[in-house]
T-cell receptor, first 117, second 114 residues
Framework: GAVVSQHPSRVICKSGTSVKIECRSL??????MFWYRQFPKKSLMLMATSNEGSKATYEQGVEKDKFLINHASLTLSTLTVTSAHPEDSSFYIC?????????????FGPGTRLTVL | AQSVTQLDSQVPVFEEAPVELRCNYS??????LFWYVQYPNQGLQLLLKYLSGSTLVKGINGFEAEFNKSQTSFHLRKPSVHISDTAEYFCAVTLYSSASKIIFGSGTRLSIRP
């Protein structure tokens, strides 16, 4: 149980285009989803927290107009990197937390490698 | 505010040797503690967690960790490592609050030599 998937696993795009990354909780309802960014050989940096049906809460320094987050259902959240540039190249990881007893625990997706040329 | 410190960025050990990955945290309130493992180009997998009760926590893949409140530590140990344990290990904390974020340490790269 508690499986989180991400799609795509890897994407290469040209500078200036937008890229959408999907995060799905496959066997539970995720009331809260988190989006992280990980630079090479670095730890995870929380970008934003999204609750189903409401606007995402962004961490300080993260541009909300650059990284659009939508959490339209209890099983799906999307991160759209708008007008991507090479500096946006990174490993993006989502996690999900359910409404049930284990409220403290997050389940992580496998990550999406974004390369912007 | 909470913080997590992993003092060792890299730990090289020989196969079948014991290993300890150190983690210290700082918090003025009670926290939950976690260790995650990340294999190359993959997401995070939970190794073990401390919520309450026994301070010695056993996890998957033969790992265990001990919560030491007086030293604010949560070191990860394994008595005998395998090549397959080569990965990045992250210590993390979160508050009891259901709305709390997970705070990650900077990670420790465990490399196993044959």
């Amino acid at each position: 149980g508690a499986v989180v998937s991400q799609h795509p696993s890897r994407v290469i795009c040209k500078s200036g285009t937008s890229v959408k990354i999907e995060c799905r909780s496959l066997d539970f309802q995720a009331t809260t989803m988190f989006w992280y960014r990980q630079f090479p050989k670095k730890s995870l940096m929380l970008m934003a927290t999204s609750n189903e049906g409401s606007k995402a809460t962004y961490e300080q320094g993260v541009e909300k107009d650059k990284f659009l987050i939508n959490h339209a259902s209890l099983t799906l959240s999307t991160l759209t990197v708008t007008s991507a540039h090479p500096e946006d190249s990174s490993f993006y990881i989502c996690s999900a937390r359910g409404a049930g007893g284990v409220k403290y625990e997050q389940f992580f997706g496998p990550g999406t490698r974004l390369t912007v040329l | 505010a909470q913080s997590v410190t992993q003092l060792d960025s890299q730990v090289p050990v020989f196969e079948e040797a014991p290993v300890e990955l150190r983690c210290n945290y700082s918090s003025s309130v009670s926290v939950y503690l976690f260790w995650y493992v990340q294999y190359p180009n993959q997401g995070l997998q939970l190794l073990l967690k401390y919520l309450s009760g026994s301070t010695l926590v056993k996890g998957i893949n033969g790992f265990e960790a001990e919560f030491n409140k007086s030293q604010t530590s949560f070191h990860l140990r394994k008595p005998s490592v395998h090549i397959s344990d080569t990965a990045e290990y992250f210590c993390a904390v979160t508050l009891y609050s259901s709305a709390s974020k997970i705070i990650f340490g900077s990670g420790t790269r465990l490399s196993i030599r044959p």
